[in-house]
């Protein structure tokens, strides 16, 4: 069991994020009879998976999205599913946007490498 400061040096998440998370509805931890919140090892797990989320780029309100879903149970499967594989399409064209300027920067690398062995044989 973790105090809330514990928690956020566990996820790296400032503590009025961590509150922000909870007013979200995506963070539900326990509530001690002094109503200080208690994180458990599934609230880490949980916080670990969201930050993922997040690093796909998935904004805050298909977060809560997913974490209703999660709280309903597993008749939401499909549901999150669908969230994940509209993020996916979203990182798929993404990838292409990137796989094109790196396939930019290697051409315009191999036309100046010709022009450099060009030069080198013609200085020879």
Avoid: C, H
């Avoid at 979200?24 to 009879?33: Q, S, T």
């Avoid at 977060?63 to 939401?76: A, K, N, P, V, W």
């Avoid at 499909?78 to 990838?95: A, G, M, P, S, V």
């Amino acid at each position: 069991m973790y105090k809330i400061q514990q928690f956020s040096k566990l996820t790296g998440l400032s503590v009025p994020t961590l509150r922000y998370y909870e007013n979200l509805g995506i963070l539900k931890p326990n509530r001690l009879k002094n109503n200080y919140r208690e994180f458990t090892d599934t609230d880490l797990n949980w916080m670990k998976f969201v930050l993922r989320l997040k690093q796909t780029g998935m904004p805050l309100e298909n977060i809560r999205e997913y974490s209703y879903l999660r709280q309903q149970g597993d008749q939401t499967i499909e549901k999150r599913i669908t969230l994940l594989d509209e993020q996916q399409q979203l990182l798929n064209k993404e990838f292409l946007k990137l796989q094109k300027q790196l396939d930019f920067l290697q051409k315009k690398k191999e036309i100046y490498n010709e022009m450099l062995a060009k030069r080198q044989t013609r200085g020879n």
